[in-house]
T-cell receptor, first 112, second 113 residues
Framework: DQQVKQNSPSLSVQEGRISILNCDYT??????FLWYKKYPAEGPTFLISISSIKDKNEDGRFTVFLNKSAKHLSLHIVPSQPGDSAVYFCAASHNAGNMLTFGGGTRLMVKP | NAGVTQTPKFQVLKTGQSMTLQCAQDMNHNSMYWYRQDPGMGLRLIYYSASEGTTDKGEVPNGYNVSRLNKREFSLRLESAAPSQTSVYFCASKKGPSSYEQYFGPGTRLTVT
């Protein structure tokens, strides 16, 4: 039973437009959420995070929104750039941050 | 700083063979982790070490053992490899209990035939 789900395996967006990546979770004990970006043949790199006590966090072109009542978070990238093409994983934390549960990932392709 | 390093980068094993995947970090982090990544499954936690001297099971520990050799190093051992263990293995570390961000190594691609 996947506690963190990314229902879109892939997303294609035109350069300069907004990319919206979605993530749903089932465990109400999750208290912190993170997004990671992964290029082929590399390890995931941390992108942005949000605590469960907030509903929005912004860092440059990246914004994460959290809707606790819907158990849903999303990552907005504006404007999208070809270098953003990668696999994006959302992750949720519990157990005082000792464990991360990852979604299956969404492959983003930004077309020039 | 190299961050998190993993050796080897690639490995092919025959069923029943054993091997150890090595991981080291130079960030003075307290916690270290081993994940496996399979297509469509995201990353699944195998084992973790919250601090030097402790290890705990994650979501998929069967068939694996770990050793936290010292603060820097955390190894993953497959005693008798099976084709189901074909995967990409990532090691990660984080500063300590009050932090959430984990920093990942480049991965080891393992094939078991």
């Amino acid at each position: 039973d996947q506690q963190v789900k990314q229902n879109s395996p892939s997303l294609s967006v035109q350069e300069g437009r907004i990319s919206i990546l979605n993530c749903d979770y089932t465990n109400s004990m999750f208290d912190y959420f993170l997004w990671y970006k992964k290029y082929p043949a590399e390890g995931p790199t941390f992108l942005i995070s949000i605590s469960s006590i907030k509903d929005k966090n912004e860092d440059g072109r990246f914004t994460v929104f959290l809707n606790k009542s819907a158990k849903h978070l999303s990552l907005h990238i504006v404007p999208s750039q070809p270098g953003d093409s990668a696999v994006y994983f959302c992750a949720a934390s519990h157990n005082a941050g000792n464990m991360l549960t990852f979604g299956g990932g969404t492959r983003l392709m930004v077309k020039p | 700083n190299a961050g998190v390093t993993q050796t080897p980068k690639f490995q092919v094993l025959k069923t029943g063979q054993s091997m150890t995947l090595q991981c080291a970090q130079d960030m003075n982090h307290n916690s270290m982790y081993w994940y496996r990544q399979d297509p469509g499954m995201g990353l699944r936690l195998i084992y973790y070490s919250a601090s030097e001297g402790t290890t705990d099971k994650g979501e998929v520990p069967n068939g694996y053992n770990v050793s936290r050799l010292n603060k820097r190093e955390f190894s993953l051992r497959l005693e008798s490899a099976a084709p189901s263990q074909t995967s990409v293995y990532f090691c990660a570390s984080k500063k300590g209990p009050s932090s959430y961000e984990q920093y990942f190594g480049p991965g080891t691609r393992l094939t078991v035939t």
